[in-house]
């Protein structure tokens, strides 16, 4: 079995962070949403891994290398434009070569693994496998209907979905799909989809099964959920002390990075500062996560995600579910006239005390 890694959207709704990174190396507890993905296959068995990548595929090469850090070999297979997902499948088709594949979507969360999913195709071997989970709001997904254990349809983003079981975003093909992402047509929106796919394979009465999760799952495409992911990943951390404590108050489970220092603040966990971080007089609240070399002195912040070499200088109000890009600088002037001065990016989203 081989997988394949779709890693090619823009993040639009993650913008203004996306601009100047792909959303699916956005870190959560301190590590991109995409390696999860790539802990997921390889823990499942799967080493053969193919990566759909697009306008940021230069990031993630950088950032993926050839796999062996996961102990797998990569292959980057380039989507010139985002046609859809089943377009990213119909030019995958040299690299998976008629063999079975899990296809992940890279900006995905699966909490558990699919291990077990993985082992559900080898015993039944079914022309297709995707996983559900019950969602709130389906019309946010593509959602399956089912009948006697089996998927008989599907819709992409319904206005009056018929269940409230939604795509995770991972399924595992055989060797037909390669037929109905040829045979399908765009839809109405230009692109190729997984759901006409599947659909297509419904309808010429071969066999797609669900497999159904109770554990936790997350889309990571917009901001609220990728806190969201945060505070899930962070709910399992363990503690662990790399770094220097001093005069600190340290409660709860709190991981520091080697080369951080903690200096008169209050610590209250779950959160993890990375490696050679500064917090000083500051308060650093519940799922947190403190990317490296971030600088915090003289500030509260909670509940957000700080990335890479940010600074955080005596903001007088509390920071609260927050996602603060790379080298940022937020600080409070002690300039007259005593004034908002910004400089914001398109699509920031800003609320002023």
């Not at 995707?130 to 389906?138: D, F, G, K, R, T």
């Not at 599947?198 to 990571?220: A, N």
């Not at 971030?294 to 600074?311: D, G, L, Q």
């Amino acid at each position: 079995m081989k997988a394949l890694v779709l890693s090619g959207g823009t993040g639009t709704r993650m913008r203004p962070i996306t601009y100047t990174m792909a959303k699916q190396l956005l870190p959560v507890a301190n590590k991109p949403v995409l390696f999860y993905a790539l802990e997921a296959i390889t823990s499942a068995g799967v080493n053969d891994i193919g990566i759909v990548v697009g306008d940021t595929e230069h990031e993630i090469r950088q950032a993926v290398g050839d796999g062996s850090r996961w102990g797998a070999k990569v292959t980057y297979i380039r989507q010139d434009k985002p046609l859809g997902l089943a377009h990213a499948v119909k030019i995958s088709h040299e690299f998976i070569n008629d063999e079975p594949f899990v296809m992940y979507l890279g900006d995905n969360l699966v909490l558990d693994g699919i291990t077990g999913f993985v082992k559900t195709f080898e015993a039944n071997k079914p022309n297709a496998l995707i996983l559900l989970a019950a969602v709130q709001e389906p019309q946010r997904f593509g959602v399956a209907e089912l009948k006697d254990g089996k998927v008989v349809g599907l819709e992409e983003k319904p206005k009056n979905p018929k269940s409230n079981l939604a795509l995770v975003g991972v399924y595992i093909f055989d060797k037909a799909i390669f037929t109905a992402v040829n045979a399908i047509a765009p839809s109405a929106r230009g692109e190729l989809e997984i759901t006409d796919a599947i659909q297509y394979l419904i309808d010429q009465g071969l066999v797609v099964e669900p497999h159904i999760i109770t554990g936790w799952w997350k889309d990571t495409g917009r901001p609220e959920d990728i806190l969201e992911a945060n505070r899930m990943i962070l709910e399992r951390l363990e503690a662990k002390c790399e770094g220097e404590v001093i005069g600190s108050e340290i409660q709860g489970r709190v991981a520091i990075e080697s080369g951080a220092r903690v200096v008169d603040s209050v610590i209250r966990g779950p959160v993890i500062i990375g490696k050679g971080s500064v917090i000083e007089h500051s308060y650093i609240g519940p799922f947190t996560s403190v990317h490296d070399y971030v600088e915090i002195r003289h500030a509260e912040i909670e509940h957000s995600i700080v990335m890479e070499r940010a600074r955080i200088i005596e903001t007088g109000a509390k920071i609260d579910a927050s996602l603060i890009g790379k080298e940022v600088l937020i600080s409070r002037s002690k300039k007259l006239p005593t004034a908002y001065r910004l400089i914001v990016g398109d699509n920031s989203k800003i609320e002023l005390l």
